[in-house]
């Protein structure tokens, strides 16, 4: 089996900006609500995956270029998760790869707003960054532009260890910058007003716009299927990325040069 470190460095060669390793013993986890066994028995260790965002794309004011760099960020994610689940079983260990965002379990209690492992939780035990004031995971390198993924795996590889200093200095501008606020000023998030909002070209938009059709006239179908909210839908499912907003985000000044 190769070392720790070996995998660390194909991982990074294949295209990761950030790589980090949690024991699934890790008593963090469980306080958190992680469970990697039960996706994979036999479980050892976690590979945290950080991807960075375009900051000048999400910056930039326009949905489009914010949207595409997270589409070609994500693809790089799936990239990397595929190979090194292969080259752990080449190396004659089980690996399976968390997806960065869909699908998700949109059953039961988590509808849509629990993944089957946090990779926030995750990359904040394998040290690549903290959980800020806006909830996002924050590294001391990019800030809160990278996008993350995680592999389970049955390779016994050594942890890295969390930072010791949390990069968000609750300075506030995610809270203020957010259009719902759905930041709390305890740290909490309102998941459901920033989903309405955020998801408003995914399924809240999609419910809308269905309820708005039935039953509905010749002139109110027009309304609906002639608006740019509609064709936005349209744009977001044949892309497969609906995002609406990253302010808390862009509002971030860690990581900029
Ligand atoms: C569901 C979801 C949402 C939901 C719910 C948000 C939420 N609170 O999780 C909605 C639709 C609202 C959403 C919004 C956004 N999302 Co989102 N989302 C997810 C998804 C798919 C699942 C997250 C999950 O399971 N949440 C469950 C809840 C309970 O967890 P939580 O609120 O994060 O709280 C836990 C942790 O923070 C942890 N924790 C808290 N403190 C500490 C301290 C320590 C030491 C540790 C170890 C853990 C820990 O414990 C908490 C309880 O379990 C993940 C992908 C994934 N599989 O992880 C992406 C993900 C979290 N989203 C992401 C992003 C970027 C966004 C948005 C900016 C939208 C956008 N433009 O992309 C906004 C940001 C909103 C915000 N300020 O948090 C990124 C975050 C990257 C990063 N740098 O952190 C992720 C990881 C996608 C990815 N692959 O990169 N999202």
Request: glycine content about 10%; some cysteine; proline content about 5%.
């Amino acid at each position: 089996m190769l070392s720790t470190v070996e995998v660390k460095e194909q991982v990074q060669a294949m295209g990761a900006d950030l790589v980090g390793v949690a024991r699934v013993d890790s008593p963090l986890l469980r306080e958190h609500g992680e469970d990697p066994e039960e996706l994979l028995p036999g479980a050892q260790s976690l590979i945290s995956i950080g991807v960075a965002l375009n900051r000048v794309a999400v910056c930039s004011g326009n949905l489009r270029l914010n949207r595409y760099d997270s589409m070609c960020v994500y693809e790089r994610l799936n990239h990397i998760s595929l190979e090194t689940v292969r080259l752990l079983a080449r190396e004659g260990a089980k690996g399976i790869s968390i997806s960065p965002y869909l699908p998700l379990d949109m059953g039961g209690e988590s509808k849509g707003m629990k993944g089957d492992i946090n990779h926030k939780t995750v990359a904040a035990i394998a040290g690549l960054g903290s959980i800020g004031l806006s909830r996002l995971l924050v590294t001391p390198e990019f800030g809160p532009f990278v996008r993350l993924g995680t592999i389970v795996t049955d390779a016994p590889l050594g942890a890295d260890q969390p930072l010791d200093e949390n990069p968000c200095d609750n300075c506030d501008l995610c809270r203020t910058a957010c259009p719902v606020e759905a930041i709390q000023e305890d740290g909490t998030l309102d998941s459901r007003a920033c989903a309405s909002s955020m998801l408003r070209s995914g399924l809240p938009g999609v419910i809308t716009a269905t309820r708005k059709l039935i039953g509905a006239d010749e002139n109110a179908v027009k309304g609906v299927v002639y608006s740019p909210d509609f064709w936005d839908i349209w744009q977001a499912t044949a892309s497969g990325l609906f995002y609406s907003c990253s302010e808390c985000m862009s509002s971030c000044p860690i990581g900029s040069d």
